[in-house]
């Protein structure tokens, strides 16, 4: 299986700055015959399921504010916050679905400092 | 509107069985492959199982495989999980889950979860 390490574990960060979550795969997710990256990130707020942020590592799903971004390729992945907002309090998630199983990582919990 | 709301869920004791059940109205359920994911404070999230829209196709964690069955009815836009020897490690919220329209394990949309307890 793809093991799914993210970092750092939480993080807080004023209101308006950057916030910035890596996500490492075991092994590469980019499929060389379309080359995309089989990687996704999503937000879960508390008492909430996960919401589908970004996937092929770089592609926001529709209705997400363009201060979520991702990016990377191959084994190593960031997601970026440009401006954090009050509403962005979350836990962050990455996934691989490169293989089966799909795997996720351990999380990032990002607070307002 | 895409909807998935299941039911289902509950006390269990170990060695118990249990069958949970999402409701999918809102979209040509039969198109898209649905997964079953659950989530427990220790594991995080975990992928559980995944059924294509015609059935053919189904997959499952290694930790589940044997006692777990995944299917669906298409006609009444519903996904099923029948969970049998259920263990404590099973206890978690579990999550319906739609995959993207490219057929790639990713989840565009979920449900609200049920909370599934094995404890003697």
């Known amino acids: 299986d793809i093991v799914m390490t993210q970092s750092p574990d939480s993080l807080a960060v004023s209101l308006g700055e950057r916030a910035t979550i890596n996500c490492n795969s075991s092994?590469?997710?980019?499929?060389?015959?379309?080359?995309?990256?089989?990687l996704a990130w999503y937000q879960q707020k508390p008492g909430q399921p996960p919401k589908l942020l970004i996937y092929?590592?770089?592609t926001r799903e529709s209705g997400v504010p363009d201060r979520f971004s991702g990016s990377g390729s191959g084994t190593d992945f960031t997601l970026t916050i440009s401006s954090l907002q009050a509403e962005d309090v979350a836990v962050y998630f990455c996934?691989?679905?490169?293989?089966?199983?799909?795997?996720f990582g351990g999380g990032t919990k990002v607070e307002i400092k | 509107e895409v909807q998935l709301v299941e039911s289902g869920g509950g006390l269990v004791k170990p060695g118990g069985s249990l069958r949970l059940s999402c409701a999918a109205p809102?979209?040509?359920?039969?198109?898209?492959?649905m997964n079953w994911v659950r989530q427990s404070p220790g594991k995080g999230l975990e992928w559980v199982s995944s059924?294509?829209?015609?059935?053919?196709?189904?997959h499952f964690v290694d930790s589940v495989k044997g006692r777990f069955t995944i299917s669906r009815d298409n006609a009444k836009n519903s996904l099923y999980l029948e969970m049998n020897s259920l263990r404590a490690e099973d206890t978690a919220v579990y999550y319906c889950?739609?995959?993207?329209?490219?057929?790639?394990?990713?989840?565009?949309?979920w449900g609200q979860g049920t909370l599934v307890t094995v404890s003697s």
């Open positions: 996934q691989q679905c490169f293989s089966t199983p799909p795997t």
């Open positions: 809102g979209f040509t359920f039969s198109s898209y492959t």
């Open positions: 092929w590592a770089s």
């Open positions: 092994r590469s997710v980019l499929y060389d015959s379309n080359n995309k990256n089989y």
């Open positions: 889950a739609r995959s993207d329209s490219s057929g790639s394990l990713f989840f565009d949309f």
């Open positions: 059924i294509s829209g015609s059935s053919k196709y189904i």
